[in-house]
């Protein structure tokens, strides 16, 4: 009797696309919350977001956005980045959860 075992679509390897932009969201989620302690930090970087577009939260989510696209255009072209579904919704994960701890500690801990 013999054994057969079948690769589940998240053992296979995403497109490069895929894996980049993925790993692009979750170094975003870490970048995001890094801003945000730097703009409640510092009353000055705070008003120069505003003064940039009207307001800190509009300047905030344009940097989020900027660093996704570079960062996911970037590293979409690299080949040598091959991840499974299973590595890349951990990293996905991975990056939610410490972008959210980074924040949730930065206010439980500021004074």
Known sequence: MTTETHATQS????????AGFGVAYA???????LIMIVKESSEAVHDAM???TGHH???HGLLDL????V???ILSRNDRLRMTGTGLASTIVG???IGGLIVVGFFV???
């Open 95 to 97: 990056g939610t959860v």
């Open 57 to 59: 939260w509009v300047t």
């Open 11 to 18: 053992d296979e390897f995403v497109s490069s696309t895929t």
């Open 109 to 111: 801990f500021a004074d």
């Open 50 to 52: 505003a003064a940039i």
């Open 66 to 69: 900027f660093v996704f696209v």
């Open 71 to 73: 960062l996911g255009y």
């Open 27 to 33: 170094i975003t989620c870490i970048v995001n919350a």
